[in-house]
Each structure stands twice: as structure tokens, then as C-alpha cells.
């Protein structure tokens, strides 16, 4: 009975938080300060040496001067909706505290709006890494051991380095971004040692999978990967 209780609160939760999260997703993400999304500006002609210019995304500009949404509500608010009950119904399903629940959810969120933004602009505002370090913090109790957080954040810190050492040594470029480098350490940071192991392991399987469908359609090649 008490079993079947806690687990139609998880439900309910989990539903109010999908609501929560996917609508809140894009109004987030449409109402983020500009300056977030400055980076260095790669055509530094007519700079002062030694003080590089950080510029917008064009498209952001764009967006933001024609008073348009950076991200439409439709059909963003329901798809991500949609992704945020069906993990939280699983969590829900599958054991475990509210705290958790919500601690994951939130997670999930800030990775969102990461991959919202290096999908539209190329870039990671430094301050989702931030907020994702620090909510590493909620994880702690359920870690085995206290230095685990500090080992992930390591491992997943060496993991990026070895690829990007690597695409030098390959391609003679990196092949792995600042920002991978960041979220990578930071996930560390969250889930640690064996968490962030199996996240490379999709990550990099999703990637593969990703680059043979561009490459196969012809518009990318190995090295562009």
C-alpha cells in the first residue's frame, strides 16, 4: 500500500516537472542575456593586440533584433515535454527518492539547453557548465565513496585530453572542442568514474552513427568529422 502510494506521487511528480522543464526549456533558453552566447571573434583584423573581440552569433542577433523567438514554442515545448516525462516515469518506475528524481531532472534540463545552443550557434555558454558542476552537489549521498565526484571530474577531464591529443597527432587539428572538454569533466563531476565511461561510450556511438549518415550523404567528409 505504502509502496503503491510512493510511487503515484513519484508519477504525479514526474508529470508536473515534465510541464515544468519542457515549457520551461524554451522560455529559458529564449530569455538567456545575450553576453551568454559571446565568442571569440576567429577574423581578429582591426582588434588591439592582446585584447581579442568576443561577438555574437549571427543567427542569435538575428533572431533577437527581428523580436522572434530564438527557439519556437511549437513544437519544441511539447517534444521536450514529451522527453522529460517519459525519464521522469522511469525514475519513477524504477525506484528511488523524489530528491533524486528531481535532482536528475534538472540535470537533464542544463544539459538541454547545452545541446540547444551548440546546435544552434556553435556555442556553450560557460555558465551551463557552471550550473552543471555545481548541481554535481545532490549526487554526493549516493556515491560510494566521497572522492568520487573528484575522481569522475578527473577521468572524464583525461578522456578528453587523450582525444584531443589524438586528433593532433591523426588530423593535425583538434578533434574534441573546449566545451566537450568542459561537459565532459563536469559530467565526471556528476555521475562519476563509471558513469562518465559509459556516457563517452554513447556519446561517441551517437557521433559515429551521426557523422556516417553526413558523410554518406555527401556532405561531410572523415576529416571534417
Known amino acids: 500500500m505504502e509502496y503503491g502510494a510512493a510511487l503515484i506521487t513519484r508519477i504525479i511528480t514526474a508529470a508536473v516537472l515534465a510541464i515544468f522543464f519542457g515549457n520551461g526549456s524554451v522560455v529559458a533558453f529564449n530569455r538567456i542575456k545575450p553576453r551568454w552566447f559571446e565568442d571569440y571573434d576567429e577574423d581578429q583584423s582591426g582588434t588591439v593586440p592582446g585584447e581579442p573581440r568576443r561577438v555574437l552569433p549571427p543567427k542569435l542577433l538575428e533572431a533577437d533584433n527581428a523580436g522572434r523567438q530564438r527557439i519556437p514554442s511549437s513544437p519544441w515545448k511539447y517534444a521536450f515535454t514529451g522527453y522529460f516525462a517519459i525519464t521522469g516515469v522511469y525514475l519513477a518506475i524504477r525506484g ?23 546546435q544552434m550557434y556553435r556555442v556553450v555558454p560557460d555558465e551551463f ?75 561517441t556511438l551517437l557521433f559515429a552513427v551521426h557523422s556516417a549518415v553526413i558523410i554518406a550523404a555527401g556532405r561531410g567528409s572523415i576529416r571534417d568529422r
Request: hydrophobic residues 60%.
Open 96 to 118: 528511488g527518492s523524489l530528491t533524486y528524481e528531481i535532482s536528475v531532472l534538472c540535470v537533464l534540463f542544463i544539459v538541454l539547453e547545452m545541446a540547444i545552443a551548440d
Open 129 to 203: 557548465s557552471i550550473m552543471l558542476a555545481i548541481s554535481a552537489a545532490a549526487f554526493v549521498e549516493y556515491h560510494e565513496n566521497w572522492w568520487e565526484p573528484a575522481a569522475g571530474a578527473a577521468l572524464g577531464l583525461g578522456i578528453s585530453l587523450a582525444v584531443l591529443l589524438l586528433g593532433m597527432l591523426l588530423f593535425k587539428k583538434g578533434s574534441i572542442g573546449g566545451a566537450d572538454i568542459k561537459f565532459f569533466t563536469c559530467m565526471g563531476l556528476v555521475t562519476g568514474r563509471t558513469g562518465i565511461v559509459i556516457i563517452y561510450i554513447l556519446t
